[in-house]
């Protein structure tokens, strides 16, 4: 495709796109996580475009403000892998590196496992692979995701993250660590009753089974941890090992919190390019 891509169709849905790089680039399609947008990829995406790649960065399923279906069945992680895959598609893309994070992170490992054939490298920043989260899960992970339980109740963390002006939301994303920017940003973002509701639909789906299942992934791949993340411990991060069969390389990076494109746009920059110039 040699235009700019600003949105696409999938599903009966409209999802908007931030297209930077050049556009007969190699394409690099980037997922975001809870609770943002494609806006997070801000300081990752020019090391990327400057290397020579079009990235491809869009609001998925319930932030896009045309694509907030209510079910909680259509967050299903196959149907989020389909919407890129549809990404792909709208700009003529065969094959793809695929880059996410948090929740992004987990469609990217589904996907990698799913559609090997389309996915040429997979970079994930803190998410562990789906089936290690699973098994860590029996451990001290649970203490970890405790607010997962809590976001499966029916609108409850709904209204819970608009009272009294955020204030619930603000403290829980400025516990993570993230920066003063971006807990607003998230604050807003939940603020929204249609956006709050889809972005939580993602954890509601997680109990739903997908077909198929996360399996291992046999693509070139690059799973970014830091040893801060409040929400995703050492264990399961050491776990995703075991599900990949492909090329691995297992990078920690030390004194960062859970909001790695944030606060190491460079240096996960570099180690993506480099997982695509030497996938062996």
């Known amino acids: 495709m040699t235009e700019r891509l600003s949105e696409f169709s999938h599903d009966g849905l409209w999802f908007d796109v931030v297209d930077s790089g050049p556009l007969d680039g190699p ?10 947008r494609a806006s997070s990829w801000a300081g990752v995406t020019p090391w990327l475009s400057d290397a020579g790649y079009r990235v491809l960065a869009f609001d998925q399923r319930g932030y896009s403000p045309r694509a907030q279906p209510p079910a909680v069945e259509d967050y299903r992680l196959d149907r989020l ?3 890129v895959l549809a990404l792909a598609d709208a700009v003529g893309s065969t094959t793809f590196h695929v880059l996410g994070h948090d929740w992004g992170g987990m469609v990217a490992w589904y996907l990698a496992s799913r559609d090997p054939d389309r996915v040429l490298t997979v970079s994930v920043a803190s998410t562990p692979h789906p089936r290690a989260l699973i098994a860590a899960l029996a451990g001290p992970q649970a203490l970890r995701s405790w607010y997962m339980g809590v976001f499966q109740v029916p609108g409850l963390p709904e209204r819970v993250f608009r009272a009294r002006g955020g204030a619930v939301a603000r403290r829980f994303l400025t516990a993570s660590g993230a920066s003063a920017a971006a807990v607003e940003a998230g604050v807003d973002l939940l603020a929204d009753p249609a956006t709050a509701r889809g972005a939580l639909n993602w954890y509601r789906a997680s109990r739903l089974p997908v077909q198929p299942p996360a399996s291992r992934v046999r693509v070139p791949t690059l799973y970014v941890w830091s040893d801060e993340d409040a929400a995703l ?22 004194g960062v919190s ?12 570099r180690l993506v390019l480099d997982r695509i110039h030497n996938p062996a």
Not at 27 to 36: D, E, S, W
Not at 233 to 251: H, I, S
């Open 27 to 36: 394409v690099i399609i980037a997922l975001h996580g809870f609770p943002q």
């Open 81 to 83: 892998a389909d919407d």
């Open 233 to 254: 411990g050492g264990q399961a991060a050491l776990l995703t090992a075991r599900w990949v069969t492909g090329p691995y390389r297992f990078e920690i990076l030390t």
């Open 258 to 269: 859970h909001w790695i494109p944030e606060e190491r746009p460079a240096e996960l920059a």
